[in-house]
């Protein structure tokens, strides 16, 4: 998908996968270490821009980090002002796409725990961690089991 920019190219696997084309998209981060810090600015940035895709519900980007001081930069720069999540088990009922940047499987498998305790129809889960092959195909069956997608989509910087 060449000239189009990544939050369009979400939105639109987004759909093609869930089988919609009447979803509205809210997006989720979580993990807010060296590496996804970076990227949910970007992304909020990018929600903020005129290039976010027209089915975006919200251009607010929803962050959970274990360690809350870490969102401080992305909650109190008016120009980002993403919404702080208390708990990771509010991502789901609040957002249709939820991006991960988290250290290792142990983390990651956290999270999809706490997922999985919400029907996820509907849903897509996009894990950018470094995960193992595995942890990948587990976590597709529970995120699966669920109804909802999940992508690993990870960035190798081992």
Same mark, same amino acid.
């Given at each position: 998908?060449? +000239? =189009? #920019?990544? !939050?369009?190219? =979400? #939105?639109c696997v987004h759909k093609q996968l869930v089988g919609t084309g009447s979803m509205t998209e809210v997006m989720g981060f979580v993990g807010l270490g060296?590496? +996804?810090l970076g990227?949910?600015?970007n992304l909020q940035k990018l929600l903020r821009s005129h290039a976010a895709p027209p089915s975006l519900k919200s251009r607010d980007l929803y962050v959970y980090n274990r360690t809350a001081a870490k969102a401080i930069p992305l909650t109190n720069d008016p120009n980002i002002a993403s919404k702080l999540l208390e708990d990771p088990s509010q991502l789901a009922p609040t957002c249709? /796409? /939820?991006?991960?940047m988290l250290a290792d499987d142990a983390?990651? +498998?956290?999270? /999809?725990?706490?997922l999985c305790k919400s029907e996820l129809a509907g849903k897509l889960v996009i894990n950018h961690s470094t995960s193992t092959v595995e942890f990948a195909r587990a976590a597709e069956r529970q995120v699966a089991g669920r +109804?909802? /997608?999940? !992508?690993?989509?990870? =960035?190798w910087g081992r």
């Amino acid at each position: 998908m060449f +000239g =189009v #920019s990544p !939050l369009q190219q =979400v #939105s639109c696997v987004h759909k093609q996968l869930v089988g919609t084309g009447s979803m509205t998209e809210v997006m989720g981060f979580v993990g807010l270490g060296a590496m +996804g810090l970076g990227m949910a600015c970007n992304l909020q940035k990018l929600l903020r821009s005129h290039a976010a895709p027209p089915s975006l519900k919200s251009r607010d980007l929803y962050v959970y980090n274990r360690t809350a001081a870490k969102a401080i930069p992305l909650t109190n720069d008016p120009n980002i002002a993403s919404k702080l999540l208390e708990d990771p088990s509010q991502l789901a009922p609040t957002c249709t /796409i /939820i991006c991960m940047m988290l250290a290792d499987d142990a983390a990651c +498998g956290q999270i /999809i725990q706490e997922l999985c305790k919400s029907e996820l129809a509907g849903k897509l889960v996009i894990n950018h961690s470094t995960s193992t092959v595995e942890f990948a195909r587990a976590a597709e069956r529970q995120v699966a089991g669920r +109804g909802g /997608i999940y !992508l690993a989509a990870n =960035v190798w910087g081992r």
